[in-house]
């Protein structure tokens, strides 16, 4: 029969228990979870005129945006190979992916707060639940891809292969710190708030809309900003453009991953010590 | 000798099996909360910070720090049903969130075997916008429930709530009782080792809850061992063979729950004593035609106090309750109502019983009353017993009105199986056609003196009321029921008044 042990100690001390009990939970947390997203949509797109639409039209509504900017010459983004709409597409698809990772934990454990601090069930689940709710977001604007590429003539070659590897590197970034900042949120709502004035800020030194230049202060920016190559290589695995050298990238998805597991960890140590505050 | 030997092995497997069944264990558990929210959020990053460097939160408290809970200990076994009851503010919910594991403790430990299922709040976890059925599969997911046992389980979790022609509306259209009845039903169908339910009957109709008893009692049968948290000490009693006392965070009593139960009632009785007025309080809107000049109480062999105990023997006693009245105003009136009313504070009232009168005052006399009550027949609880006096021509004037002339505590006693509502009185003591309950076998007396006060007079009046204590004496049982059928009948238009002067009925 299980036994389970809540004491004052640190799980620190004692890890192997609790880390016994994590590896029980993850695996009852995923048909949960499966649940958990399966109710948030439902809910989410039940009392709503356009449905799944609205999964789309962020990255439709970036496109128009930057359209307009380059074509009143707002916008100096340089030569993009390929049709300028597909190319602003699928860099704002890439992003919304980012951005959807990094908040949805928010987003999710904050709705949840009243359930945290009445039922015990596998924290996890959340987590997985908010992974299903990007994944799914994900989709749909994938769904559309074969239209646009009918609609401009341009079709992926075979670095296509990589689209999946590329992918969840950028849900496994935006997921690790997103996660991290689970706890925090939940202390102070403003973070989720100072996140998203973070993330309008960094994309517009992320080249969604534009073409990396070959100088300057942007492109130093640029080339900081560890989101870029993923992005870009994201775009590529879509197009006929050069796939970025796997350096570029590869260190975001591997430094991703080990963040991913302390932030699990982390969330996992932090909640009940942060639930006990929600008076929900 | 083998069939010896036998049975030695048979008990020692048996001693082992029980101990093996103890299925909570809670070790000297403590919690610290701060009271003000920018310093829990403070402490929250301390603590978490502790935490993460492998040190416990420190068990001193920190400035705007309490003591939710202190050196809690006890086990629970299979079969087990423990009740934990306590005031408001207590810490019994945070007892049970840590040992479901939701918060760690400050300090020691909780230890669970088995699957811990724990409803805190019936509702949560619903999301109104999805219909009863999606809201049954994620529930009983949080619960832990594999989804083919949740398909297995679901016609009987619709129908033990009662609710097979509402299932696939939205939880938002349910009423609260409604909600109520399919987290209930959840809950009993998810298979707990551990049932842990906090003021989940406090909602739903009688008929639910009786129900509701006996599919706990049908676990208690299969082995689960359940918490039961409540207010009410029927539903605890009826329920718990062992009772936790939770006052301030710290463990008052443990033990048997008869006796915890009625020890805390006790208490909260002299709680409630300590905070009114030892007098007789007047109700609004009285005009004072009459002043209560005294009272006296007497289960028929002693005088009791006017805030007295009837002990868990006392079933079946009548109590003579003596008034003294004196006559403030002119008042050219000959027929009164008397209404008796008993409730657990001023403003909710659970039985009265009424009684026509003749009676012509004049300014300045005295005139007594005597009413034969039996108020052993109220469920355990603290009751105040008020009085009040309106003139036939006009109820809506108040010609005397007073709550609390009296208080008494019942003990906790074996109550009837399909009752266990506090207030409530034992069917056998109901008088189908009368409003509300007839809680009252009466004799009544008429006293008055017409002649103008001297101290003659009052001298007579209290030789009088001797004499009325010997002419009544104990009479006959059938006689006063007799009588009390005659009386209890009360017109619908008194009962309307009554609940216009004295408030809502509970």
């Known amino acids: 029969m299980e036994e389970r042990i809540n004491s004052a100690e640190s799980v620190l001390r004692h890890p192997g228990p609790a880390l016994r009990s994590w590896w029980r939970e993850a695996r009852m947390a995923v048909p949960l979870g499966y649940q958990l997203a399966k109710r948030d949509i439902q809910a989410k797109y039940r009392q709503t005129l356009l449905g799944y639409i609205w999964a789309l039209l962020p990255a439709v509504a970036t496109t128009l945006a930057f359209t307009f900017m380059r074509s009143t010459k707002l916008l100096n983004t340089g030569d993009t190979q390929i049709p300028y709409p597909l190319y602003a597409f699928l860099g704002a698809m890439f992003w919304q992916l980012f951005s959807n990772s990094l908040l949805q934990p928010m987003t999710v454990v904050q709705a949840s707060k009243s359930i945290l601090s009445k039922v015990q069930f596998p924290r996890e689940a959340l987590l997985v639940s908010a992974v299903l709710l990007v994944a799914i977001d994900f989709l749909i604007n994938m769904s559309v891809l074969p239209v646009v590429f009918l609609a401009f003539g341009a079709w992926p070659g075979w670095d296509i292969l990589l689209l999946p590897a590329i992918v969840a590197g950028t849900v496994v970034a935006g997921m690790a710190i997103g996660i991290l900042l689970v706890p925090l949120n939940l202390i102070f709502q403003d973070t989720r708030m100072a996140v998203q004035m973070v993330l309008s800020f960094m994309i517009l030194i992320t080249p969604i809309g534009y073409v990396t230049p070959a100088e300057g202060w942007l492109r130093l920016l640029v080339t900081l900003n560890p989101m870029s190559a993923l992005i870009e290589a994201g775009r590529a695995s879509l197009t006929s453009l050069p796939m970025p050298a796997f350096a570029s990238w590869g260190p975001t998805v591997g430094g991703s991953c080990v963040l991913l597991l302390v932030a699990l960890a982390f969330y996992l140590i932090a909640l009940p010590i942060v639930v006990e505050r929600q008076s929900a | 000798m083998t069939s010896k030997f036998a049975d030695l092995e048979a008990d020692s497997a048996a001693a082992s099996r029980a101990e093996d069944e103890t299925l909570v264990e809670v070790e000297e558990v403590s919690k610290k909360f701060a009271r003000s929210l920018r310093k829990t959020l403070f402490y929250a990053v301390r603590d978490l910070g502790s935490e993460l460097t492998g040190r416990s939160v420190s068990p001193v408290l920190r400035a705007d720090e309490f003591w939710a809970l202190q050196g809690v200990s006890f086990t629970l076994r299979r079969g087990e049903a423990l009740g934990i009851i306590g005031p408001n503010g207590a810490g019994k919910s945070t007892l049970l969130k840590i040992i479901t594991g939701i918060i760690k403790p400050t300090t020691g430990f909780v230890r669970t075997r088995g699957r811990v299922q724990a409803l805190i709040e019936l509702s949560s976890g619903m999301n109104p916008t999805l219909t009863g059925r999606e809201n049954i599969y994620i529930r009983a997911a949080l ?102 006392w939770l006052d301030h965070g710290r463990m008052k009593e443990i033990g048997p729950s008869r006796e915890v139960c009625s020890r805390y009632l006790t208490q909260q009785q002299k709680a409630a004593v300590d905070q009114l007025d030892s007098q007789p309080v007047p109700i609004n809107r009285s005009i004072d035609t009459f002043r209560l000049e005294s009272i006296q109480l007497s289960d028929g062999a002693q005088l009791l106090p006017k805030d007295f105990v009837i002990p868990s023997s006392e079933t079946d006693r009548i109590y ?62 603290y009751y105040q017993l008020g009085l009040l006096i309106l003139p036939e021509h006009d109820i809506s004037v108040v010609s005397f009105g007073a709550y609390a002339i009296l208080r008494f505590t019942v003990e906790p006693r074996e109550v009837l199986q399909d009752i266990w509502e506090p207030g409530r009185i034992h069917y056998r003591r109901m008088i189908d056609n009368s409003l509300g309950a007839n809680f009252l076998p009466v004799n009544l007396q008429d006293h008055t003196d017409s002649r103008p006060p001297d101290p003659s007079r009052q001298r007579h009046d209290l030789d009088a009321c001797e004499s009325v204590s010997h002419e009544i004496g104990s009479p006959p049982r059938g006689h006063s029921l007799g009588e009390a059928d005659n009386v209890g009948r009360m017109p619908a238009s008194a009962a309307s008044a009554l609940e216009r002067h004295i408030g809502r009925k509970q």
């Open chain 2, 320 to 381: 003579d309750l003596d008034l003294e009245f004196s006559v403030q105003d002119d008042a050219e009136v000959d027929e009164f109502y008397h209404g008796l009313f008993v409730g657990r504070n001023d403003t909710e009232w659970q039985a009265y019983c009424f009684i026509q009168d003749r009676l012509t005052v004049r300014l300045g006399e005295r005139f007594k009353r005597r009413f034969r009550v039996d108020l052993s027949q109220f469920n355990p609880g």
């Open chain 2, 143 to 244: 619960l832990g429930m594999p989804r083919s046992v949740i398909n297995e389980r679901f016609d009987e979790i619709v129908r033990f709530a009662e609710l097979e022609d509402d299932i696939d509306m939205p939880v938002q259209n349910y009423s609260s009782g409604m909600r109520v009845k399919l987290g209930f039903s959840i809950a009993i169908n998810v298979d707990p080792d551990v049932l842990i339910l906090d003021e989940v009957l406090a909602v739903g109709d009688q008929r639910f809850r009786a129900k509701a008893r006996e599919a706990m009692s049908a676990l208690l049968r299969r082995d689960v061992a359940l918490i039961y948290i409540s207010h009410n000490m029927n539903q605890v009693l009826s329920i718990t063979d062992r009772a936790v």
